[in-house]
């Protein structure tokens, strides 16, 4: 990407000298072309238009499968195409709104034909919804000044009706921010007459699921009609929806509470309705199932409990009782994060207390990960690096990606850890011949050689490690003959 210099370098050059260049890479490379076509494209809007129709229309028509591999390729062919529709507002949002929709309703055929284990071609119908909500408003203030008042209702109605069709089919979801946002759109008023015909809607279909339960009740699980489990869902999810983007606190409870009527609710069910009643802070109604509905089974249990209470606490300014939950979950399930959180808001006489505890604590530690981060958290590094020294073979069994995240945070001092660190990493690549991460290896390498500079100046040894020459004497009668990743030290 040009930095601002390079921009203004460029903005000197003259029309023919740019026009020349671009005429001079046409041809040179598929997606660039597209984006040169796309650009001229933008100063004739109704030839754009045309070619859009057609490319979208064409888009819901497509059979080829994308595999996981090629999936990136195609979010970003749809990013452009949503960029080149998104184009046309505000200036014509009308048209704009229009292909919108014929974009979206290709949301099924694409999602269908395509492994979007990345979840990005995902990505870009869900931000669709977005722009439809933001362009609809603008042409329903549009519709709603040019109309008498007495003609509004029928154009109310008219709307609302649009917001079904749009959210009539959301079996992958990505129409979920459309409800989530309806209100940018739609009154208060119009939000709950939409909510009351979807609740006469839950009740017929489940009460024709009940029947069908009762008539079919020989049949197996996987026999089952399906339509209407999935109509049902589609529906809970729309009231569930719609509720949260009026934020009424008493219609989300009610509508919750009428669509899972088994008690105590579930866990999964219960954290959802916490998790809208703390955003909407409604702290005493959450509080009320935190101590009646939830269930603490095991240890986990208990600390997600105390950390919603410390969430709410947090929200309530109320230092005293958020430090009690803060405490009690540390002492249940110990770690980094859970110090931070104390120390955050503890007085002096409490941190000294807790530094206490964290460094009792790291000694019992059979984690090594866990028993180096309490102690970096109290700020006790050169003890910390000594618990390293002393377990680092231990090192070897961490998954690369919690040592990779660790190196993210280390402070200042931590040389031997790091080294350890990386040493591992290196290890780790080499021993089992993954030449793939070779670039990767070779600047830990590089790395390493130096943290000995900075060692040898600051304490002359390695305090229980192999020395940087012993170790890389070793290293290079190990690994020698792996010529490709010496080539890439060499580099």
């Given at each position: 990407?040009?930095?601002?210099?390079?921009?203004?370098?460029?903005?000197?050059?003259?029309?023919?000298?740019?026009?020349?260049?671009?005429?001079?890479?046409?041809?040179?490379?598929?997606?660039?072309?597209?984006?040169?076509?796309?650009?001229?494209?933008?100063?004739?809007?109704?030839?754009?238009?045309?070619?859009?129709?057609?490319?979208l229309k064409g888009l819901k028509r497509r059979r080829k499968f994308i595999d996981y591999w090629e999936s990136s390729e195609f979010a970003t062919e749809l990013h452009h195409l949503a960029s080149d529709v998104m184009s046309l507002y505000?200036?014509?949002?009308?048209?704009?709104?229009?292909?919108?929709?014929?974009?979206?309703?290709?949301?099924?055929?694409?999602?269908?034909?395509?492994?979007?284990?990345?979840?990005?071609?995902?990505?870009?119908?869900?931000?669709?919804?977005?722009?439809?909500?933001?362009?609809?408003?603008?042409?329903?203030?549009?519709?709603?000044?040019?109309?008498?008042?007495?003609?509004?209702?029928?154009?109310?109605?008219a709307w609302q009706e649009k917001v079904k069709a749009m959210i009539s089919d959301n079996n992958y979801g990505t129409k979920d921010d459309i409800l989530l946002g309806v209100n940018q759109l739609l009154s208060e008023s119009e939000i709950?007459?939409?909510?009351?015909?979807?609740?006469?809607?839950?009740?017929?279909?489940?009460?024709?699921?009940?029947?069908?339960?009762?008539?079919?009740?020989?049949?197996?699980?996987?026999?089952?009609?399906?339509?209407?489990?999935?109509?049902?869902?589609?529906?809970?999810?729309?009231?569930?929806?719609?509720?949260?983007?009026?934020?009424?606190?008493?219609?989300?409870?009610?509508?919750?509470?009428?669509?899972?009527?088994?008690?105590?609710?579930?866990?999964?069910?219960?954290?959802?309705?916490?998790?809208?009643?703390?955003?909407?802070?409604?702290?005493?109604?959450?509080?009320?199932?935190?101590?009646?509905?939830?269930?603490?089974?095991?240890?986990?249990?208990?600390?997600?409990?105390?950390?919603?209470?410390?969430?709410?606490?947090?929200?309530?300014?109320?230092?005293?009782?958020?430090?009690?939950?803060?405490?009690?979950?540390?002492?249940?399930?110990?770690?980094?994060?859970?110090?931070?959180?104390?120390?955050?808001?503890?007085?002096?006489?409490?941190?000294?207390?807790?530094?206490?505890?964290?460094?009792?604590?790291?000694?019992?530690?059979?984690?090594?990960?866990?028993?180096?981060?309490?102690?970096?958290?109290?700020?006790?590094?050169?003890?910390?690096?000594?618990?390293?020294?002393?377990?680092?073979?231990?090192?070897?069994?961490?998954?690369?990606?919690?040592?990779?995240?660790?190196?993210?945070?280390?402070?200042?001092?931590?040389?031997?850890?790091?080294?350890?660190?990386?040493?591992?990493l290196l290890n780790d690549i080499l021993d089992s011949a993954r030449s793939k991460a070779y670039g990767h290896a070779a600047r830990y390498f590089k790395r390493l050689a130096q943290l000995d500079i900075s060692i040898s100046n600051a304490?002359?040894?390695?305090?229980?490690?192999?020395?940087?020459?012993?170790?890389?004497?070793?290293?290079?009668?190990?690994?020698?003959?792996?010529?490709?990743?010496?080539?890439?030290?060499?580099?």
């Amino acid at each position: 990407m040009l930095n601002s210099e390079q921009k203004q370098l460029l903005a000197q050059l003259s029309n023919t000298t740019l026009v020349n260049f671009v005429a001079d890479i046409y041809g040179v490379d598929k997606l660039l072309d597209k984006k040169i076509e796309r650009l001229l494209l933008q100063s004739d809007k109704p030839k754009l238009i045309k070619k859009l129709t057609t490319t979208l229309k064409g888009l819901k028509r497509r059979r080829k499968f994308i595999d996981y591999w090629e999936s990136s390729e195609f979010a970003t062919e749809l990013h452009h195409l949503a960029s080149d529709v998104m184009s046309l507002y505000p200036e014509q949002p009308s048209k704009c709104l229009e292909l919108i929709e014929l974009f979206i309703s290709s949301t099924n055929s694409s999602l269908k034909r395509c492994d979007d284990s990345n979840g990005e071609v995902g990505g870009v119908y869900s931000d669709l919804a977005q722009s439809w909500l933001t362009v609809a408003s603008t042409c329903y203030e549009q519709e709603k000044s040019s109309l008498p008042i007495d003609e509004q209702d029928i154009l109310s109605q008219a709307w609302q009706e649009k917001v079904k069709a749009m959210i009539s089919d959301n079996n992958y979801g990505t129409k979920d921010d459309i409800l989530l946002g309806v209100n940018q759109l739609l009154s208060e008023s119009e939000i709950r007459g939409l909510i009351l015909d979807y609740q006469q809607y839950y009740e017929e279909v489940r009460a024709k699921k009940s029947l069908t339960d009762q008539v079919d009740k020989k049949k197996s699980a996987y026999d089952m009609d399906h339509t209407l489990i999935y109509e049902k869902m589609n529906i809970e999810r729309t009231l569930k929806n719609l509720a949260g983007a009026l934020g009424d606190v008493t219609l989300f409870e009610e509508i919750y509470l009428n669509i899972y009527t088994a008690r105590p609710l579930h866990s999964r069910q219960l954290q959802e309705l916490l998790r809208f009643l703390v955003d909407n802070n409604a702290h005493d109604v959450a509080q009320r199932y935190l101590r009646d509905d939830w269930r603490s089974r095991t240890v986990a249990d208990q600390v997600k409990r105390l950390d919603w209470l410390s969430e709410i606490y947090n929200k309530q300014d109320n230092t005293e009782a958020s430090m009690a939950v803060l405490g009690e979950a540390f002492e249940l399930q110990a770690s980094p994060a859970r110090l931070k959180a104390i120390m955050s808001v503890a007085t002096p006489a409490e941190q000294a207390y807790w530094r206490k505890e964290a460094h009792k604590l790291a000694g019992q530690q059979e984690n090594i990960m866990m028993a180096t981060s309490l102690l970096l958290e109290i700020g006790e590094t050169a003890l910390a690096n000594q618990i390293a020294v002393a377990r680092h073979t231990e090192f070897a069994d961490v998954h690369y990606t919690a040592l990779t995240q660790l190196l993210k945070e280390l402070p200042v001092g931590t040389h031997f850890i790091q080294v350890i660190i990386y040493r591992s990493l290196l290890n780790d690549i080499l021993d089992s011949a993954r030449s793939k991460a070779y670039g990767h290896a070779a600047r830990y390498f590089k790395r390493l050689a130096q943290l000995d500079i900075s060692i040898s100046n600051a304490v002359n040894n390695y305090s229980g490690l192999d020395s940087h020459q012993d170790y890389m004497s070793s290293l290079t009668q190990k690994h020698g003959k792996k010529r490709s990743f010496w080539e890439r030290v060499n580099d």
